[in-house]
């Protein structure tokens, strides 16, 4: 704050009458004596009162940053993967050996494009493991991340967030409990869940997915309904149905994009030399 110059301060007959004062229960007005201060006719208590609301904008600056770059990061922070490499995933290194993957790569930088532009829309992206669904999953979250900092992304290997949740029954210091991930993923703007389905057992679409997996997914899609959620798997729509509840389908299908691979054959598999 800066201090008046001592040798330009004087007094004043005139006062302020902008301030009040508690005095036996009620408020009363408490004149200020104005001064000159540098040679400016002021009100002391006003300056004062200007000055601190100066301090205060510049901290709740201060604190507004933080939290937008807290909460812009949260993909670097918050995403789970079980394999590492997607982090690296990029439109760029996305390898097209068919087709199908050059038309659906296409697609999805479309929609990227989008939700870029501000608009909100769920993508189902299903076909073959392998096929590459999660690395474009992933290149269209970094690309979201890295256009403005102003959006939150998060991926989540619904795999791992089950596995994580099941180990918070037992362990009572693991901060991963089942309300930490409906929060986390219900307030992100751009939300990935990877390989739904897959947390049920491999293509075994006569088991039921268990209540608690339900339930989050049920409360994450409830506050998700003006966002924007792009759900990758192996599974069909039909065989998904099998698995969830109507509630959690009709969320997830509702005016879905789709991004299906149809033709494109497990890249893991077929890299492999005979
Ligand atoms: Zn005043």
Redesign the pocket.
Known sequence: MKLPNLEGLSFLSEK?Y??TTIAFGKEVVKP?QMMIIDGLEV?P??EKEKQDELLRLEQQRFYDNAERLIRHNTLMRESLVSDKTILNARFDNYKVTQDEQQTNKQKVMLRTEQYRNGHTFNIFIQGTPGAGKSHLAYSLLKSIHDSSETVSCLYIDIDEMIRKIKDSFNNKDSKFTESYFVKLLSEVDFLVLDDLGAEVGSIDTTKQATDFIQRVLRAVLNARQDKSTITTSNLSSVQLKSIYDAKIISRLFKNPHYVVFEKTKDQRVVNIPF
């Open positions: 302020c902008l301030h200020v009100c208590r006003c």
